[in-house]
Nanobody, 115 residues
Framework: QVQLVESGGGLVQPGGSLRLSCVPS????????MSWYRQTPGKQRELVAS???????DYADSVKGRFTISRDNAKNTIYLQMNSLKPEDTAVYHC?????????WGQGTQVTVSS
């Protein structure tokens, strides 16, 4: 059973920064891609950013230029660096990974952007 453990959420003021971490129970390179999604009550889960095993990245238009997804090979960790945060970035952020057998989700970490 694949486990994904997220951390790094919290309360931050508008314009501030946070870095989320996701540690899978096996190598990040064993997945086709790893991604960050976010969800707010009453809305569908939204793809925020993704990184493939080859290192290709993709971002939602709403976060381009502000968020960066990256991988630390030594720590087997995927990061989401979030800068210039806005109140509309408030959500539960979930880490996702998928391989040929299916997709896997973490429990999520709350990010609240508020003054």
């Amino acid at each position: 059973q694949v486990q994904l453990v997220e951390s790094g959420g919290g309360l931050v003021q508008p314009g501030g920064s946070l870095r989320l971490s996701c540690v899978p129970s096996r190598s990040t390179f064993s997945f086709n891609a790893m991604s960050w999604y976010r969800q707010t009550p009453g809305k569908q889960r939204e793809l925020v950013a993704s990184i493939t095993s080859a290192g290709n990245t993709d971002y939602a238009d709403s976060v381009k230029g502000r968020f960066t997804i990256s991988r630390d090979n030594a720590k087997n960790t995927i990061y989401l660096q979030m800068n210039s945060l806005k109140p509309e970035d408030t959500a539960v952020y979930h880490c996702n990974a998928y391989d040929r057998y299916g997709g896997y989700w973490g429990q999520g970490t709350q990010v609240t952007v508020s003054s």
